[in-house]
């Protein structure tokens, strides 16, 4: 079954210069987190694989908004399908809720790497729920963190 949310860690959260790309408003938006690694690229921020813990937003929407919004995101994102030329891939991730719960999710890996020598480590510095990690665990996120309609931090 094809997910009906997006991880975002950047540009396209709440806040943020993209936030407005979406094509539909989502159902809810809340926090969650991967496993990764993720870079600081200046206006933007790549994710890699690996195992820090990455926090960003889960974006939800209705099955039949999914296909313009891939459409719609894939364009922002500079992904075609076409690993040779794309900026990012999309693949499908797991990502879990403050309160535990697994959900899949689209998310967007960088591929420039080459390209972008200067890419900064994020270093995991920030507290994890208790009910997803250990305790003394830490991630990484870029960018302020939105509750509803105000920033957090």
């Known amino acids: 079954m ?27 938006v809340q926090i969650a987190f991967t496993r990764g690694k993720l870079f600081d690229l200046g206006p933007y921020p790549a994710l890699d694989t ?3 813990w990455i926090q960003g937003e889960l974006w939800t929407f209705q099955p039949a908004e999914i296909s313009k919004t891939l459409q719609v995101i894939d364009d922002v994102e500079g992904y075609e399908q076409s690993p040779a030329h794309d900026l990012y891939d999309r693949r499908v991730i797991d990502a879990v809720l403050k309160n535990g719960e697994l959900v899949t999710a689209f998310c967007y890996f960088f591929l420039r790497w080459k390209q972008t020598p200067r890419a900064k480590y994020i270093e995991p ?7 997803i990690a250990d305790e003394g ?15 957090l931090r």
Do not use: I
């Open 137 to 151: 665990e830490r991630c990484a996120r870029w960018g302020g963190v939105w509750d509803g309609e105000r920033k």
């Open 50 to 52: 690996g195992n820090d």
């Open 2 to 28: 094809q997910p009906t949310s997006f991880f975002a860690y950047g540009t396209l959260k709440r806040g943020e210069v993209r936030a407005q790309t979406w094509p539909f408003k989502p159902t809810s």
């Open 125 to 131: 510095v920030h507290g994890m729920p208790k009910d």
